[in-house]
């Protein structure tokens, strides 16, 4: 039965038994790949996006805080009450007005 199945896909495939080596044959050979130069337009003025570092906090007594949050230890031994910050003000390198705000815990 099993010789009955290999000459079947053996028509199917139209594979000839003594055209078969075993191994394929190695690839051509094809050289580097060609150069190529792209370039494209710097339109960016200095501080046009981003961040200018480093950022300087413009004064303490401006941040904004969450309401109180209560953290206890996993052992409930220690409880801390802490005061999360809410939005802290910067100027960056170029004089720019930074503001940073951050997510109640």
């Known amino acids: 039965m099993s010789k009955d199945l290999t ?37 960016a003025k200095g501080s046009a996006s981003g961040i200018a570092s480093p950022l300087v906090e413009t004064a303490y007594a401006n ?8 953290i206890n230890s996993s052992d409930g031994i220690f409880t801390l009450v ?8 910067f100027k960056d390198a170029v004089n720019a007005d930074v503001e940073m705000e951050y997510k109640a815990p």
Do not use: C, F, M
């Not at 078969?20 to 130069?37: I, N, S």
């Not at 941040?63 to 209560?70: A, G, I, K, M, V």
């Not at 802490?82 to 003000?89: D, G, H, L, S």
């Open 63 to 70: 941040r904004t805080w969450h309401s109180d949050t209560t």
């Open 82 to 89: 802490i005061k999360p910050v809410k939005q802290v003000y």
């Open 7 to 43: 000459e079947a896909l053996r028509l199917l495939t139209n594979v000839d038994q003594n055209s078969l080596t075993g191994t394929p044959e190695p690839l051509k050979d094809r050289g580097a790949a060609a150069k190529q130069k792209a370039s494209t337009l710097n339109t």
